[in-house]
């Protein structure tokens, strides 16, 4: 796979994780969704999850199985989100690094066209997933708000990388 397609999002979207319609992944056959953490359930440098992030994954869990899989090695901090929606996680991840991401797909027992990795980062999420062949989704990051927060340098910076090397980092919903 070349580095365009490995850094292209399935799919990208202009708002945050909350901004999603669900129906998009149920259409899809898609029936789990694997969530980035830091900037894109809980803001950065926030301890406290949004109203509008805690009613879209409340929505999400009814439909799908979800997992929360993040770089952020501070296991408290993930674990802490994970335990206020009962979901499984996994800290440290490494992202883009496979090893983690073919664990969580096995602990889904799904393969990896029926499984959806939806984060902030080109270079973490989007790549992780790609190299899986997961539908990988790239949101804007979340301010405490809830609303995207469009001040964000490095995803600003990492998108203008990916368009470099010839990705659609800002593409609608594939047809």
Known sequence: MNLKRLLEP????QGTLCDLPLEVFSDRGIESLVLDVDCT?????????PERV????????QQF???LFSNNPSRRRIEAVANSFELPYTAGAG??????LRQVLEQLQLPAQQVALIGDRVFTDVLAGNRLGLFTVLVQPIGV???ASHNDRLQRGER???RWCGARVDSGLPQ
């Open 160 to 162: 203008t990388l990916a």
């Open 10 to 13: 399935s799919w990208a979207p």
């Open 65 to 67: 199985r979800l997992h």
């Open 54 to 61: 805690v009613r879209w994954v409340h929505d999400a869990r």
């Open 145 to 147: 708000s809830g609303r």
């Open 41 to 49: 359930l809980l803001p950065r440098h926030s301890q406290v999850l």
């Open 95 to 100: 992202k883009p690094r496979r090893g983690p």
